[in-house]
């Protein structure tokens, strides 16, 4: 079975002191990248298709899309998973010909997008770390 999974711990260093302070504070610091796991998830949910070929005759479920989940691997340690057999053709690192150069790479979408997610994990974890 292919599928794009994108691991999120070791993205930056935030990240890591992150999970560092996981062993002092867990429920605190798995909270916070609980959220950021769900965002990172929603952006790539909603990350539009690339047009279809011309004369293309597929016709577009949205399953693709609909497949993201988060898997809880560990406290404060979460994962990105697309159950989609084909997904690691479409959007992951080693696409399939056809979707070299047209369709997004989860991978960079992540990266694109990993200075609102660590802003929104300073807005979440800031304020939880503040109440103990």
């Known amino acids: 079975m292919a599928n794009v999974k994108q691991d999120i711990q070791g993205l ?7 999970t560092n302070l996981a062993k002092i504070e867990p429920g605190t610091a798995d909270e916070a990248l609980r959220v950021q796991a769900q965002d990172l998830r929603a952006i790539l949910k909603s990350t539009p298709y690339p047009p279809k070929p011309p004369d293309s005759r597929y016709r577009r479920t949205g399953g693709l899309a609909n497949a993201w ?3 809880k691997k560990a ?6 998973f697309n159950s989609k057999d084909y997904s690691s053709y479409v959007v992951g690192v080693k696409q399939a010909f056809m979707h070299v150069g047209r369709w997004w790479q989860a991978h960079n979408i992540i990266r694109e997008n990993m200075p609102s997610i660590f802003d929104r994990i300073k807005d979440i974890y800031i304020p939880l770390w503040s109440k103990k």
């Open 12 to 18: 930056d260093h935030l990240i890591v002191k992150l």
């Open 75 to 80: 406290v404060a340690r979460y994962a990105l």
């Open 69 to 71: 989940s988060v898997v």
